[in-house]
């Protein structure tokens, strides 16, 4: 994606809450047991949690819906507020805000109790939204209708949302918004089933579905059909072509709970971006891939999907890449309009001023490239002794942290050489510097880049650390009086 997309989000929104504890006890009313709950999780749920991943994957956000006037909707409006979605919801008095409750013992799912009104929402307040709505959707790029059969979206919504260029619609009944013409419908295989009206129950559900891809398409009146199989990834329908298959990761039930809303988000937004239908499907099977391995109801973040995408692509060695290999991925992500940050230095043994300053590097830009000095160019700067650790376990630690996207090596005393290659928006250095003190810099601004100093954590340095633990008595012998 080369631009900000614009998201408005319209549907039924929900608060999601966890409870967690242990069992000490059978209760003794029933054989039943007696969970200390010890921790409550809380994360907007449904259209709220599709608004959240929306955010999270960089995008702006308008969220319609309606909430009730109890105190289930501040919290359900301050953990929206807290995820930077706009919210603009309709307080319905009278009716209760959805409240989804689980009750975990560890992994295990003990119950799940929900507290909600289903009825449609009519007269003043359906008005309001229709309000709302009106006022959310000029300048939109994308609109995502979430109708989970909670009441937001009725007849009045769905002609609202009609003719909407790029709508894409995650229904639990697909038939009544064939009369929108949406873009896409994002349908479960149950859902699936409830639309041709078929059965369906057979063991191999992709072939099934293979089979009926036309028909699918024209029951739905959508110009493309995502049907989610749930372990088993998802199959995109597109007119006059064999279905496209994504494949997911398996994970428990308890633990996909809003992987769906995290996939439409990703979808919709690389829809909005430009990106070819099947490029759209495997960065959405990528941002569910990240999210099942999180409990509770979870978001994934623009820098953890393409990290994710890198990953499920089998880039030779990982993050870790030569030099040649590395200027090929930086010139695919100037293509897609991203920002590339680079950053160098020996990083001997890795501290929290490190840790520090690259984490905030990777917030200026898209991608962080992180070039670390060999064992002999860090022999040279640092002198005897040096390198503590060899050049590949450096790579190595640097490349598991979450916010570093490629690491690679140079032997000279300067990355002059990696910098002509990788040509950085963004080149970037943490210490006492300025950044005319960098020899670096010419280079860089002459490629129109730019050059930035970050500051390191104060008392933390790969030196000090050194001196440190030099300093200290060796085993046996007494300590500094």
């Not at 003990?110 to 507290?115: G, L, N, P, S």
């Not at 307040?125 to 709302?132: H, K, P, Y």
């Not at 391995?293 to 953890?304: K, N």
């Amino acid at each position: 994606m080369d631009r900000d997309i614009d998201a408005v989000v319209v549907g039924d929104v929900m608060l999601d809450s966890w409870l967690r504890g242990p069992v000490r006890r059978i209760a003794q009313e029933a054989p039943v047991p007696v969970v200390s709950v010890e921790a409550t999780e809380e994360a907007p749920g449904g259209a709220g949690n599709t608004a959240a991943n929306l955010v999270a994957l960089g995008a702006r956000v308008r969220l319609v819906g309606a909430v009730g006037d109890d105190a289930c909707a501040d919290r359900l409006g301050r953990a929206l507020a807290l995820l930077g979605v706009e919210a603009r919801t309709v307080t319905v008095p009278g009716r209760r805000t959805p409240h989804k409750q689980r009750l975990m013992v560890g992994e295990q799912l003990i119950a799940r109790y929900d507290e909600e009104d289903r009825e449609p929402i009519a007269g003043e307040a359906e008005a309001r939204i229709l309000a709302e709505l009106e006022r959310a959707l000029p300048g939109a790029d994308v609109v995502i209708a979430c109708d989970y059969g909670g009441g937001v979206c009725t007849p009045a919504v769905r002609e609202a949302l009609a003719g909407v260029p790029l709508l894409l619609v995650d229904a639990h009944a697909v038939t009544p918004w064939r009369v929108c013409g949406p873009a896409v419908v994002l349908p479960n295989y149950g859902e699936v089933l409830q639309l041709l009206r078929e059965d369906g129950d057979v063991a191999d559900r992709v072939s099934f579905l293979t089979r009926r891809s036309a028909r699918l398409l024209a029951a739905s009146g959508a110009g493309m059909v995502v049907t989610t199989l749930d372990g088993e990834g998802t199959l995109l329908h597109r007119p006059g072509r064999r279905p496209y298959r994504t494949y997911a990761e398996p994970a428990p039930d308890h633990m996909a709970t809003g992987a769906g809303d995290t996939y439409t988000a990703a979808f919709a937004l690389w829809l909005a971006g430009g990106a070819a239908p099947e490029q759209a499907a495997e960065a959405a099977q990528a941002a569910a891939a990240v999210v099942v391995r999180r409990p509770g109801t979870a978001t994934c973040t623009r820098q953890e999907l393409l990290r994710e995408l890198r990953r499920a692509g089998g880039h030779e060695d990982g993050l870790v890449q030569a030099a040649d290999r590395l200027a090929q991925r930086l010139d695919g992500h100037r293509r897609r309009g991203q920002r590339i940050v680079f950053t160098n230095g020996c990083f001997d043994v890795l501290h929290r001023g490190h840790v520090s300053y690259l984490e905030e590097a990777s917030r200026l830009g898209d991608v962080l490239v992180v070039a670390v000095n060999s064992d002999a160019s860090t022999a040279r700067l640092k002198g005897p002794g040096r390198p503590i650790n060899s050049c590949e376990d450096r790579m190595s630690v640097l490349a598991a942290l979450t916010f570093v996207d490629y690491v690679t090596s140079f032997d000279e005393d300067t990355p002059e050489r990696l910098l002509r290659m990788a040509r950085p928006d963004l080149y970037v250095k943490g210490g006492d510097y300025t950044p005319d003190m960098l020899p670096e810099a010419p280079l860089v601004r002459a490629m129109g880049g730019e050059v930035k100093v970050l500051e390191y954590v104060s008392d933390r340095s790969t030196t000090a650390l050194i001196e440190r633990v030099r300093s200290l008595p060796a085993p046996g012998s007494p300590g500094p009086l």
